[in-house]
């Protein structure tokens, strides 16, 4: 590997680490976060659901900026954007601000973290493209995602147990100072290597071209629409289920204030990404197709989450939660190959940003209505009717295997998209 694509890597590699580290602060604590600031499960997670929204909506416009203007400006006004909302959501906890403002500055984060979908995956590429790398692309992202694990992993825990000794607002502090540093490290690391930008391309027209593309190149391909179609039904409940287990291992191991009890679930889904990395060869020798894969982690996803629903026991409830991050992300570099291989390379980015809005539609539906649930009933109940809603995916799936496509038998490594 030339110096240059060595350099590339690691700048990628550190942003990696300081947007996960930044963001992954809160995430054991969020729902926590918000019922501290005086809203109740439907709120909060309204408040979730607008966050998912905003990334629904500014998905394809960023993405317009990051292939016009520049993958480094779109990052750095992602880092700008989240740093900002940060200090707004501080702001707004310290005076117990209404909801509206909420939804506002929710989706104003989900706004800030599409200027990063996209762009840093098209940076990468463009900057080893133009620095003569001649290695594999799926060992420099292999090392993203580990080093996004133990992002995840160590900003998780350290957020709830820093929480537990101080309060909930100090995490989102820590978060805004790594958003500093991240702005830093991007400003001065990040360069537009192997991309022309095109000043004078017309925004409307590139959005329409996007919609058109992700349409002919995806939707109307029966094995990728199936996935799509299960997309908002697994992604609905996946954030949901994720979000809500902080208030419920509270409530199952009985102290409200043991945040750092909280912020396992977020190290639990953190760990299982690192370990499903490295069981992902034994999956491919076990199992034929990679839609095999999907099915059995639907159907064993699904089960986990009525189990979860209906224990009262704290280590029971735990247990479940491996199981089910586990199955969640095993399945997801199977789905993520499935796709590739049938996607042609110029449309690559506009199919999977349509699939990516596809599941973020689930969650702007799903998370309102489970927070409801949890109100009128409890946490328990909303992992029920959870289990329901994911149980929709797995026909889908069925579906897909149907097709019988051609990236679908596992053993074929190499695939020119259908």
């Known amino acids: 590997m030339t110096e240059a694509a060595q350099k590339v890597q690691r700048t990628y590699l550190l942003l990696t680490l300081l947007s996960t580290l930044s963001a992954s602060f809160i995430w054991g604590v969020n729902t926590l976060f918000l019922l501290d600031a005086g809203l ?23 993405g317009v900026i990051a292939d ?127 991309f022309t930008p095109r000043h004078g391309a017309n925004p409307i027209e590139e959005m329409r071209q996007i919609v058109t593309a992700s349409i002919d190149n995806g939707w109307r391909k029966p094995p990728i629409r199936w996935l799509m179609l299960a997309a908002p039904f697994t992604g609905g409940v996946g954030v949901y289920a994720f979000y809500a287990l902080q208030p419920y291992l509270l409530e199952l191991y009985g102290d409200p204030d043991a945040f750092g009890i909280a912020g396992l679930a977020a190290a639990i889904v953190a760990a299982a990404q690192i370990v499903a990395g490295l069981i992902v060869p ?37 247990a479940l939660l491996v199981l089910w991050s586990l199955a969640f992300s095993v399945s997801m570099p199977m789905r993520q190959a499935y796709l590739n291989g049938l996607i042609d390379s110029d449309q690559r980015a506009t199919v999977l940003s349509f699939d990516a809005l596809m599941s973020s539609t689930g969650g702007v539906a799903a998370q309102p209505v489970l927070g409801r649930v949890a109100d009128a009933w409890s946490y328990g109940a909303s992992y029920v009717v959870s289990s329901a809603i ?23 490594d190499e695939l020119e998209p259908a």
Do not use: C, H
Request: hydrophobic share 55%.
């Open 40 to 62: 109740n499960n439907a709120q909060a997670f309204g408040a979730n659901a607008a966050f998912t929204a905003g990334q629904v909506i500014f998905e394809v416009p960023t």
């Open 282 to 318: 034994l999956v491919r020798r076990i199992f034929r197709r990679r839609t095999d894969v999907l099915l059995l982690a639907g159907a064993v996803g699904t089960l986990a989450l009525l189990a979860i629903g209906l224990t009262s026991s704290f280590w029971v409830a735990i």
């Open 68 to 194: 016009t203007v520049g993958r480094r400006a779109s990052y750095l006004l992602g880092a700008v954007t989240l740093l900002v909302s940060t200090l707004l959501y501080l702001a707004m906890w310290s005076v117990e601000a209404p909801f509206w403002g909420w939804v506002i500055s929710s989706a104003v984060i989900g706004l800030g973290f599409t200027f990063f979908s996209g762009a840093v995956e098209a940076w990468l590429v463009d900057a080893l493209n133009a620095s003569d790398f001649e290695g594999d692309y799926e060992t420099v992202f292999a090392k993203g995602q580990t080093t996004m694990g133990v992002a995840m992993l160590t900003g998780s825990v350290a957020g709830g147990f820093i929480a537990q000794i101080t309060n909930l607002g100090v995490p989102y502090i820590i978060r805004a100072v790594l958003l500093a540093v991240t702005l830093a490290a991007a400003f001065f690391l990040m360069r537009d290597l192997g």
């Open 390 to 412: 994911s149980l929709v995916a797995v026909p889908f799936f069925v579906l897909a295997r149907r097709e019988q496509a051609p990236s679908d038998p596992i053993e074929a």
